[in-house]
């Protein structure tokens, strides 16, 4: 059974910075691709950012492009977001998400390549 757990969510000021964790287990993680996605009260969830199976090549939606960071740790089972000079349109529940197949070369960018995904974790930039 795959498990994605999301951590690291919070209140910051507009202009702070977080970084969000995803413990993934039940997969052979150092094989897939990874994502994080974001949905705002009222909002369709929006792809964020994706990383390739080998951390080789990532992708980023414009808007955060510059300021947010993907990382995965094999070693770990983890993935990773840094969130750099954040801003209040940025206030989300942030969910991570493994791809549907394994040695996928390029980092997707749609939910459509992801088919599990964790709980989410709140993040809140206040101005």
């Known amino acids: 059974q795959v498990q994605l757990a999301e951590s690291g969510g919070g209140l910051v000021q507009a202009g702070g910075s977080l970084r969000l964790s995803c413990l993934v287990s039940?997969?052979?993680?150092?094989?897939?691709?990874m994502g994080w996605f974001r949905q705002a009260p009222g909002k369709e969830r929006e792809f964020v950012a994706a990383i390739n199976w080998s951390g080789s090549s990532t992708k980023y939606a414009d808007s955060v492009k510059g300021r947010f960071t993907i990382s995965k740790d094999n070693a770990k089972n983890t993935v990773y977001l840094q969130m750099n000079s954040l801003k209040p349109e940025d206030t989300a529940v942030y969910y991570c998400s493994t791809a549907h197949t394994p040695f996928i070369a390029a980092p997707m960018a749609t939910v459509l390549g992801y088919d599990y995904y964790g709980q989410g974790t709140q993040v809140t930039v206040s101005s």
């Open positions: 039940g997969r052979t993680f150092s094989n897939y691709g």
